[in-house]
C-alpha cells in the first residue's frame, strides 16, 4: 500500500492534495515573507505546509526568488528555549540540503515522497548529538544551542551555498506553532527575534521566510503581546474546499479506488462534510470500504457510523473539554444561532445572539477556521458539514 496514503494523516503525495491553490501560488511568489496560517485540528494545515515544502523545491529554477524550505514540525523536535530552536533550524536546513543535494530528480511524486522520508529520519538524528560537527562556530560543550549571532553567520554561509543551487532564499517553515506561544519563558524573545530579522537586517530580510502555522492560540498570543511578528504577517485562516475542490478530491479517489458514487452520492458528500477536508476524506473510505465488502450502505446508517466513530474528533473541534486556544462560548453561541436562523450576518447574528459587533466578527472566523460554518458572500454566513451539526444537535438534548 505504499503508493496509496494513508488518509488519517497529513497529505505528503503531491497526487493526492487538492485546492489551496491561491495561497500556494502567493507563497510561490513571495517565499520571503513572514505568514501565519491558522485552521483548526484537521483543516490541513499539515498538508498544505508540505504542499508549499514540494511547490518551492519544484518551482520554476529560472524564478529569480526560489527559496529553499525547511520543514520543522514543532511537536516533534520540541525546542526547550530559543538557542535550541536555532541550532534545530540550521540542523534541519543543514540535513535538507544534503538530501536535495542527493535526490536523483526525476518526478516530482516519487522524489518528493523519498525526500520526505529521508528528512524524517533525519528530524529524529537531530535529537541525537553529533551534527554540529558539520557547523563550522565554536561548541565546545556539544549544547545544541546556537546564540542568535552564530545563527546568523552559519544562516548566511548556507545562503550562499544556496545561490550555488539556484535557490537566493531559506523559507523556515514551522508546524505547530502553539508550541513555541505557550513557552512563557521564551516566546516573546522568539517572535522578536524574528521579527528584527524580517525587518531591520539587511543582510538576512530580503533572503529570510518564515511560515508558522497554528489555530486560534497562536493568534491570540500575538495579539495579547503585541507581537511585532503578528504586524509584518500575511495571516490567513484556511477554509474548507470549495465544490470543484470536493469535485477534485471525489475524482481522484473515484479513480484509484474505482469507488462507484453517483452523483447523487457527491451531492451528499459535499452536504454532509460541508467541505471540511478531512471529513471529506473519511467518508469516502466508508464508502469504499463497504463498496470493496459489498454491503449496502444506507445513508442513515452512514450518518450514525461517523458519528460514532468521529465522536471524538467532534467533541474536540466543540471544545467540551473547554481547553485553552479551542471554541469557546461566544463560538458557541453564534454556532446555535446559525442553526436556528441557517444563514447570517455579524449584524443579524449579534442582534440575535446579543454579542457585541466585533466578538461575532472574532467568533465566526474562528468557526469558518474550524472548517465547521461556511463564508459565503456579501457578508453571509451558512452552517457547514451537516454531520457536525447533527452532532451538536444531539449534545443538547
Ligand atoms: N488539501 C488537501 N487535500 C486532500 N486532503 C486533505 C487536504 N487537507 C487536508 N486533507 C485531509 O485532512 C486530514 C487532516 O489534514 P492535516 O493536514 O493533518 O490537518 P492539520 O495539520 O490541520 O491537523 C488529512 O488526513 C487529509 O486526509
Ligand atoms: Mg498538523
Known amino acids: 500500500m505504499d503508493n496509496f496514503p494513508d488518509f488519517k494523516l497529513a497529505i505528503d503525495d503531491p497526487d493526492f492534495f487538492v485546492g489551496r491553490d491561491i495561497l500556494l501560488e502567493e507563497v510561490k511568489q513571495n517565499p520571503c515573507k513572514a505568514r501565519i496560517i491558522l485552521g483548526g485540528r484537521r483543516m490541513g494545515k499539515t498538508s498544505l505546509l508540505n504542499a508549499i515544502q514540494w511547490s518551492l523545491l519544484y518551482s520554476n529554477s529560472n524564478q529569480s526568488n526560489c527559496a529553499f524550505p525547511v520543514l520543522i514540525n514543532l511537536q516533534l523536535v520540541q525546542p526547550n528555549n530559543l538557542d535550541n530552536l536555532l541550532y534545530i533550524m540550521i540542523c534541519q536546513l543543514i540535513k535538507a540540503m544534503e538530501e536535495?543535494?542527493?535526490?536523483?530528480?526525476?518526478?516530482?511524486?516519487?522524489?518528493?515522497?523519498?525526500?520526505?522520508?529521508?528528512?524524517?529520519?533525519?528530524?529524529?538524528?537531530?535529537?541525537?548529538?553529533?551534527?554540529?560537527?558539520?557547523?563550522?562556530?565554536?561548541?565546545?560543550?556539544?549544547?545544541?544551542?546556537?546564540?542568535?549571532?552564530?545563527?546568523?553567520?552559519?544562516?548566511?554561509?548556507?545562503?550562499?551555498?544556496?545561490?550555488?543551487?539556484?535557490?537566493?532564499?531559506v523559507c523556515f517553515i514551522l508546524d505547530g506553532a502553539e508550541f513555541i506561544t505557550r513557552q512563557e519563558s521564551w516566546a516573546g524573545d522568539a517572535c522578536s527575534y524574528f521579527r528584527g530579522l524580517k525587518d531591520f537586517d539587511r543582510d538576512i530580510r530580503p533572503f529570510f521566510g518564515i511560515i508558522l502555522s497554528g489555530y486560534r492560540e497562536v493568534k491570540e498570543y500575538q495579539q495579547k503581546i503585541g507581537s511585532k511578528l503578528l504586524n509584518i504577517s500575511d495571516v490567513r485562516w484556511l477554509n474548507a474546499l470549495s465544490h470543484s475542490e470536493i469535485d477534485r478530491l471525489i475524482t481522484q479517489r473515484k479513480q484509484h479506488e474505482n469507488i462507484p458514487l453517483s452523483d447523487e452520492g457527491v451531492t451528499l458528500v459535499k452536504e454532509l462534510t460541508g467541505g471540511h477536508p478531512y471529513l471529506v476524506q473519511q467518508i469516502l473510505s466508508f464508502i469504499s470500504d463497504s463498496f470493496r465488502k459489498k454491503t449496502s450502505l444506507k445513508k442513515e446508517e452512514l450518518i450514525e457510523d461517523i458519528l460514532e466513530h468521529h465522536d471524538n474528533d467532534f467533541s474536540t473541534w466543540w471544545n467540551e473539554s473547554h481547553e485553552v486556544g479551542g471554541c469557546g462560548d461566544n463560538e458557541h453561541l453564534t454556532y446555535y444561532a446559525l442553526v436556528e436562523k441557517r444563514q447570517g450576518t455579524v449584524k443579524s447574528l449579534s442582534e440575535h445572539t446579543g454579542l457585541k459587533g466585533r466578538e461575532v466578527k472574532h467568533a465566526l472566523d474562528v468557526l469558518v477556521g474550524t472548517g465547521i460554518i461556511q463564508s459565503l458572500d456579501k457578508g453571509n454566513y451558512k452552517i457547514g458539514a451537516r454531520l457536525f451539526e447533527e452532532w451538536v444537535v444531539r449534545q443538547k438534548i
Open 100 to 169: 536535495w543535494h542527493e535526490l536523483p530528480k526525476s518526478s516530482l511524486r516519487e522524489d518528493y515522497r523519498s525526500y520526505r522520508r529521508q528528512l524524517v529520519k533525519g528530524t529524529i538524528a537531530i535529537k541525537l548529538p553529533g551534527l554540529e560537527a558539520s557547523f563550522e562556530v565554536d561548541n565546545p560543550n556539544r549544547e545544541r544551542r546556537l546564540i542568535k549571532e552564530d545563527f546568523k553567520r552559519e544562516l548566511l554561509k548556507k545562503l550562499s551555498d544556496l545561490r550555488q543551487n539556484n535557490f537566493n532564499g
